[in-house]
C-alpha cells in the first residue's frame, strides 16, 4: 500500500469556468509517478499554470464522457504520440496509460477518431495509448483505485453514469466523486467509511439537476461535511462552506498530502 502520495488540484471549476479551469487533478505516487485524473479541453493551460507538462504525466484516468473531464483526450493522444520526447527513462518512446471503464471506451475512441488519424491506416485507440480497460478496480504504481459508479444525468430515461474512485493512501481511504447527482443511498458507505472526500458542488442559482448542489451537500451529517472537499464550482461567489461544517473549498493548483 502506497503512502506519501499527493493530490495536487490543476483545476476545480464547473464545465463553465474559465477562472478555475476544470476539475481535472493529477495523483503523484511515492515513486513520483503521476495519474492524471481526468483531463478536460484545458489541460494543457492547467497542467502548465501547475508547473506541469505531459513528460511529467504517466498514466490517464477518464471518469465520464463530458469534455471537461476528457476533451483533452485529443490533444494528448496527438502529441504524445508525435513528441519523439516522449519517452521513458531508457529513452524509448512510450505512450500514456489510459484507464477507463470499458462501457465507455469505445465512445471514447468516437469522440477521438475524427481528429486521431495516421497516415496509411485505420487507426485505433490502442494506436495512442496503453489502454487498461476496467471493471470494478485498476492498480497503478501499488495501489487498487475502485471504481464507483453513480449517476451523473439521465439521457432520456437512461441513465448516463459516472465512475468516482476511491482508493488507500496509507490508512486513510480517499473518496474522489467526479460528477454525479446527489444520491445519499448509494454513497452512504463512503460517506461512512471514507477519512477525506473531494467532492463536487454545484453552486450555481439555477440548479441544472446533474451535480449535487450546496444545498443539497450541506444537508449531510456534520462528522461527513467535516471530510469534504468541495470541487466543481461555478466562476464567482460561494457560500462559507466552512462556516457550514465543510473542510473547505478546494482551490486551483492546491496540493493535498494523503
Known sequence: MNTNQKLQFIGAGSAFSVQNFQSNAVLTAANGKRLLIDFGG????????????????????GSHLHADHVGGGE?????????PRFVDSNGAKRSLRLFMH??????????????????GKK????DFFKVESCEDSFE???TRFTLVRTTHCMDGDQPMPCFGLTWNSGEKVIWFSSDTVF????????MDGADVIFHDCETSPFPTGVHA???QLVTWPE?????VHAYHYNDGDKPDCVKDGFAGWVNVGEVFEL
Open 42 to 61: 484545458y489541460v494543457p493551460l492547467s497542467l502548465a499554470a501547475a508547473g506541469l507538462t505531459i513528460y511529467d504525466i504517466d498514466a490517464i484516468y
Open 75 to 83: 490533444y494528448l493522444a496527438l502529441r504524445t504520440k508525435f513528441d
Open 102 to 119: 470499458s462501457s465507455i471506451r469505445a465512445a471514447f475512441w468516437q469522440m477521438l477518431r475524427n481528429g486521431c488519424v495516421l497516415p
Open 123 to 126: 487507426s485505433e485507440l490502442e
Open 140 to 142: 497503478w504504481e501499488g
Open 183 to 190: 444520491e445519499t443511498d448509494r454513497v452512504q458507505h463512503l
Open 213 to 215: 448542489h450546496y444545498k
Open 223 to 227: 462528522e461527513v461535511k467535516a471530510k
